[in-house]
């Protein structure tokens, strides 16, 4: 009885924090967005860059991110697992680490002012598997990465 | 250095390829700090230690590879992609790797 009094808490504790950190950690994200709207123009894939102007410098840039679900999300997770179906809880958490490594890519080319970014990519990966340990909660790390191109 | 990750580099023409070059750093943090993470994990959020983590190992991998660059005698890496894997919980691989050319000003 004392455990599941005690999941019980931990699931409602969790979903209380995990809530809050979400809609917090969107609206920052929401904000950043639109404050760097088209400033460093982003090219995902494409390799072409305005040839008719001259270029004065290259620069690798980068962005990263570790995010984590929580206790209630990898609940709610594993129950849906079971019944199939879209895992929204762990959709959400991903779309933020994305977003939030794009973000850190475009902030430091804005910085070193940048005009344009091309062939931006994607990395992630799991940093703790689930399938070997069914009660720890996925990390995902991401890596957004591309080329910062400077015109005179 | 020059590094992009597309297969020319704007502005300049290729003059000679020297092949791949490649960089890769295994990195862990301390075990308080995994503590740490380990109840951030509960919560949810932004683990910022181990952002932190990535970056450090994304710089050494990236160093590693303009070293070995340096060594053949190039001036830039093009085409340079960024891999990640786990090896075990809580650290984290990087493996960065390219192709070493040497670069001229176009004209």
Redesign the interface.
Known sequence: MGDILLILILLGFTYMTGTIIEKKHFEKIKKREIALIKKPIINFGAKTWDTNRKVKKIEFVSGECVISGDYFKNFVASLKNFFGGRLTTFESILDRGRREAILRMREKAHKKGANFIINARIESVMLNDRYSNQDTVPQCAIIAYGTAVTYE | M??????N???MVITAQLGLVSGSTVRAKNAIKDFG?GL????????KS??E???EA?EEA?HRMQQQAQMMGANAVIN???????VT??A?E?YAYGTAVKVQPKG
Do not use: D, F, Q
Not at chain 2, 40 to 47: D, F, I, P, R
Not at chain 2, 80 to 86: D, H, N, P, Y
């Open positions: 020059i590094l992009t990750n597309i297969e580099v704007p502005g993470a951030k994990n509960m919560v949810g959020g932004e683990l181990y952002t983590l990535l970056t994304r990236i340079i992609r960024l891999a990640t894997s786990s919980v809580g984290a990087v």
